[in-house]
């Protein structure tokens, strides 16, 4: 947990200049809570780029799961104008996402880079402009994962707020 705080003040000190950052809450299949904070970059067209580092937890029936990782993705923005309407809006992204699985049972006996994983990663948002400076949004997101020894799909999906700093 200390690191994952530590790799999010880095990220977050990085991005001082950021054009919009974001904080999600939800939930995962895992069954494990989800949380990440996220990075978008607008560009002059519909797609835009965001880097989220997440951390999901879980202590469900007994299974003791921890996770942490990093998604990049390239999204779809459909209504650009949304953000000076205050309308709702829509986006829907993919990309590539890592993350090293912490988990006592089948990843115990296993190194750090034995507990990495990396896949592809789709995500969609219905959005709804506050003002000028908050988005709300419902996500969810899909994970495909190369190795499998914890399965090889994720499921997430919650609520999110966006700060859009003004340019």
């Known amino acids: 947990m200390k690191s994952f705080v530590v790799c999010m003040m880095m990220m977050w000190s990085g991005l001082t200049n950021a054009q919009n950052i974001g904080l999600r809450l939800g939930h995962s299949l895992t069954p494990s809570d989800h949380l990440s904070l996220r990075y ?26 921890s996770c942490y990782g990093i998604d990049l993705l390239g999204e779809y923005v459909a209504n650009r104008s949304s953000l000076t309407d205050y309308l709702f809006g829509w986006r829907a992204g993919f990309g590539a ?17 034995g507990r990495l994983n990396y896949g592809c ?13 908050f988005r709300l949004s419902l996500f969810a997101q ?5 190795r499998s020894a914890l399965g090889s799909t994720r499921v ?3 609520l999110g707020l966006t700060y859009n700093f003004p340019n």
């Open 121 to 133: 990663v789709a995500e969609g948002a219905f959005e709804c402009y506050l003002s000028e400076a």
């Open 156 to 158: 997430a999906f919650g």
């Open 40 to 65: 978008e970059h607008w560009t002059n067209s519909a797609i835009n780029f965001s880097l989220a580092g997440f951390y999901e937890r879980s202590k469900a029936n007994t299974l003791n799961y």
């Open 142 to 146: 899909q994970k495909l994962l190369l």
């Open 97 to 113: 996402t890592v993350q090293n699985e912490n988990e006592p049972w089948s990843l115990k006996n296993h190194s750090y880079a």
